[in-house]
């Protein structure tokens, strides 16, 4: 059964590795290193790179320098693990991400609010096709340095539902995720394939399956249950249809014991006993305070419920 993350926190390869924290090299192909071994020993097959903090532009002597360093950093991530033999997801912020990077939060969501309710739409439309340009760009890059698939991070839910009215989602952020995959549908990566789209929010998005389906997207990741966002549910509506990539409660993994996280495990091996989950933390990021026992548990108990 697949098993997949885009980064596990320094304290836990430390741990895993059994070293001080404060031996983890704090970046380059020495931390890679180190990760890499972290990934073989939890016998992950798939990890990630974070295309830079957004695809939001940047103005300025000094921050069109740093852009380029960061991405050039992330550019050579990419290279490192497209050597290797895991499948590399490149994360890349989308347009709505890009949007609120850009502007914040607040005055990303009323711009959104303004355009539902008033009808204004040219300048939330505006922006939104200037973050596309960018979220493209990095797309491109990814692909050309050796990534396998692309997730597109569109964080438009919390705990509680959607941020964004459905209808805004429909008619502004549907037409763009259209061209992100579109754009990976035209690419081949290293392989020879057709790279993979994954579409990644937190909280709770279930409204969104209709327009993550018509954008054309392989799968979807995050999945935290505590907002209901259960894999066994997801995988009896959608299986055959979306793939599912997470479901391992972050909260579990934080506060849980060992044989909490192996019963869990379990539970995602049975629900995933068809196909179309590749398990892992709901956040894809293992965050600093999980102990590497926790994790284990619940990847050897995976690992030993049988293949998919």
């Not at 394939?193 to 998005?205: A, I, N, Q, S, T």
């Not at 009896?236 to 599912?244: K, Q, T």
């Amino acid at each position: 059964m697949p098993l997949g993350e885009f980064r596990l926190a320094p304290s836990l390869v430390a741990e895993l590795l059994g070293k001080d924290v404060a031996e983890v090299p704090s970046g380059g192909p020495a931390r890679w290193r180190w990760e890499e071994e972290a990934y073989h020993m939890l016998g992950v097959d798939a990890v990630g790179v974070l295309a830079g903090a957004s695809s939001a532009p940047v103005t300025g002597t000094q921050a069109e320098e740093g852009a380029r360093s960061r991405k050039l950093a992330w550019a050579e991530e990419v290279a490192y693990w497209a050597g290797r033999e895991f499948f590399l997801w490149v994360i890349v912020d989308g347009p709505w991400q890009g949007l609120a990077a850009t502007l914040g939060w607040s005055r990303a969501l009323l711009l959104c609010s303004s355009s539902s309710t008033h009808g204004s739409t040219e300048e939330l439309e505006r922006r939104l096709l200037m973050q596309l340009e960018h979220v493209l760009a990095a797309v491109e890059r990814a692909l050309e340095a050796g990534a396998d698939g692309i997730v597109l991070g569109e964080d438009v839910a919390y705990a509680d539902g959607l941020l964004i009215s459905p209808a805004v989602i429909g008619r502004r952020l549907l037409p763009l995720w259209r061209e992100v995959v579109l754009c990976c549908g035209r690419a081949r990566t290293a392989r020879g394939e057709r790279p993979l789209v994954v579409f990644h929010c937190d909280g709770r998005f279930e409204d969104l399956m209709p327009m993550i389906l018509e954008a054309g997207f392989d799968a979807v990741h995050s999945l935290q249950p505590e907002t209901g966002m259960r894999p066994d549910r997801l995988l009896s509506r959608y299986r055959g249809r979306l793939g599912f990539w997470g479901g391992l409660s972050v909260e579990l993994l934080l506060h849980g014991h060992p044989q909490e996280l192996a019963a869990e495990g379990r539970r995602l091996a049975r629900a995933a006993r068809a196909g179309g989950l590749v398990v892992g933390s709901s956040s894809g990021v293992v965050p600093e305070g999980v102990r590497a026992a926790n994790l284990l548990a619940v990847y050897r108990a995976v690992a030993t419920s049988g293949s998919v």
